[in-house]
């Protein structure tokens, strides 16, 4: 069965830092890789997701990821961090059906 | 496009009473789920429904927990007897297929406090 693993439960930065956060995935066939954020007291949204098209994803909110099949990761940036963007991140894998399988979860804090 | 409805949004009960959750989804979106998050944790998945009928429901609490889609569109997801472990956010999702896969769409959650 295919899993993702969070490595990082909290990540910090700065106001204007780069953001990092990182996804490994475990699956036996090629993957779908997805980015959630989750602002406090609200439901998850859909930031980004990876469907074998292009190995460099561009969302929403200026963030970008890179799926690297030789790492088995899929790991989530952002060049500037703003302060909107203190939230959940969680990772996701599916095989493209009804099968989605969510990471722990990286709390991310911007600090000013 | 309105977005993945959920009610109530909070909700305190005592443990051993009942509660019952609903989840309207996105129009013309025939999968639906409902998650359980607990605090700290990434969502699990209680039950899957392809239009009114059940795909997946593994991993749910079947001696307390019942959720149901009778007429594939709108869901209810029931706790009967609650316990203090219960206490998450209960999160309402819909999905349908294009031409990339599958990509599932949440509402903003119920979330549960049992005293």
């Known amino acids: 069965a295919q899993s993702v693993t969070q490595l990082g439960s909290h990540v910090s930065v700065s106001e204007g830092a780069l953001v990092l956060l990182r996804c490994n995935y475990s699956?036996?066939?090629?993957?779908?890789l997805f980015w959630y954020v989750q602002y406090p007291n609200q439901g998850l949204q859909l930031l980004l997701k990876?469907?074998?098209?292009?190995?460099l994803v561009k969302g929403i909110n200026g963030f970008e990821a890179e799926f690297k099949k030789s790492e088995t990761s899929f790991h989530l940036t952002k060049p500037s961090a703003h302060m909107s963007d203190a939230a959940e991140y969680f990772c996701a894998v599916s095989h493209g059906g009804n099968d989605m399988r969510f990471g722990a979860g990286t709390r991310l804090t911007v600090k000013p | 496009e309105a977005g993945v409805a959920q009610s109530p949004r909070y909700k305190i009960i005592e443990k051993r009473q009942s509660v019952a959750f609903w989840c309207n989804p996105i129009?013309?979106?025939?999968?639906l789920y409902w998650y359980q998050q607990i605090l700290g944790q990434g969502p699990k998945l209680l039950i899957q429904f392809q239009n009114n009928g059940v795909v997946d429901d593994s991993q749910l609490p079947k001696d307390r927990f019942s959720a149901e889609r009778l007429k594939g569109v709108d869901s209810t997801l029931k706790i009967q007897p609650a316990k203090l472990e219960d206490s998450a956010v209960y999160l309402c999702a819909s999905s349908f297929f294009d031409r990339v896969g599958n990509t599932i769409y949440f509402g903003e959650g119920s979330w549960l406090t049992v005293v």
């Open positions: 129009s013309g979106h025939a999968t």
């Open positions: 990876y469907t074998s098209a292009a190995t």
């Open positions: 699956s036996s066939v090629p993957p779908y």
